[in-house]
């Protein structure tokens, strides 16, 4: 896969960086979920089937910690239900996409260890090339805004759209130059792309979602550069909630997640070995938040 889409990330970079589904209120999940010697740790997920998660219940099951995984069908809902104690942890997002629940929900969720960054890529079934797809055709990309800056920079990168800012990390479809652009850009929420694929020239679609689109990841036809060294912001992580950060048994799964090698290896096959392992220092995570909650504030006003 060519590397063309590098510049996209430096330019995240330039400017580091929603949604709220409320829960019911209930006490935290940690409270009463087992007990000291072998706690239960409820982590919320999208892609509960995908092949690191069993991997990782053994090898916590191994150290004697029980992982009871929460399955979502959508980004909005596991940051919520962290905050209302329906959770211990999260895992399925990157900074960007934290900073922004923060920023918007006034909450203080935090990473506590890096997992991985993924490429995002644009899929078609109609073309091989992106240089194929027609003049006036639609494309679609996610709508959350996190996600939906980060394709229209793998788009523009790719020679379909200009973005009149020369593209940040807060762009959205009003950033787009029509007039400039080659396709049209429509946004949908990122589980419904896959099933309307057929309908488009192509589609920004998050890794989550490949699969069930029929596709593999060795199909995408443009992808951004997860290996830049500006790309921290993608960093997917675990979350908590603050006071949680310290917590042993939650660090003690990070490791586990990090250095199991079945774990990593169910990992790069839910990925299309598309994903690139990170142990990022959580210093170092924390840093890149406060950055895009503060930009993301000040973008704002």
């Excluded at 788009?155 to 009003?174: N, P, V, W, Y």
């Excluded at 990170?278 to 504030?297: H, I």
Aim: include cysteine.
């Amino acid at each position: 896969m060519s590397r063309r889409t590098t510049s996209a990330l430096a330019a995240l970079a330039a400017v580091p960086l929603v949604v709220a589904l409320a829960g019911c209120a209930s006490s935290p999940a940690s409270e009463g979920s087992g007990s000291e010697e072998n706690p239960v740790v409820k982590i919320g997920v999208v892609g509960k089937s995908d092949p690191q998660w069993p991997a990782f219940v053994e090898a916590a099951e191994e150290e004697g910690i029980t992982v009871e995984l929460v399955d979502f069908a959508s980004y909005e809902q596991p940051n919520p239900a962290l905050v209302e104690g329906e959770l211990d942890l999260n895992q399925f997002q990157h900074i960007v996409y934290l900073a922004g629940f923060n920023v918007a929900s006034g909450e203080d969720l935090v990473p506590i260890g890096s997992t991985a960054i993924y490429p995002l890529g644009l899929y078609s079934q109609k073309y091989d090339d992106v240089k194929d797809i027609k003049e006036g055709e639609t494309v679609l990309v996610p709508d959350d805004a996190s996600n939906q800056a980060r394709a229209l920079l793998v788009l523009q990168s790719a020679g379909l759209i200009e973005l009149k800012s020369g593209g940040t990390i807060f762009s959205d479809l009003a950033d787009i130059d029509k007039e400039a652009s080659k396709v049209e850009v429509t946004a949908l929420e990122a589980a419904l792309i896959p099933n309307s694929l057929p309908d488009a020239a192509a589609a920004i679609i998050n890794n989550d979602f490949v699969a069930q689109a029929g596709l593999s990841f060795d199909d995408a036809i443009a992808q951004d550069d997860p290996e830049d060294p500006n790309a921290l912001p993608y960093i997917n992580i675990f979350a908590a909630r603050a006071e949680d950060k310290d917590n042993e048994t939650y660090l003690k799964l990070v490791e586990i997640f990090q250095n199991d090698p079945e774990v990593q290896k169910g990992l790069a096959e839910a990925s299309g070995d598309t994903a690139v392992l990170v142990k990022t220092p959580v210093a170092d995570l924390e840093e890149s938040l406060k950055k895009v909650e503060e930009d993301t504030k000040a973008h704002e006003g």
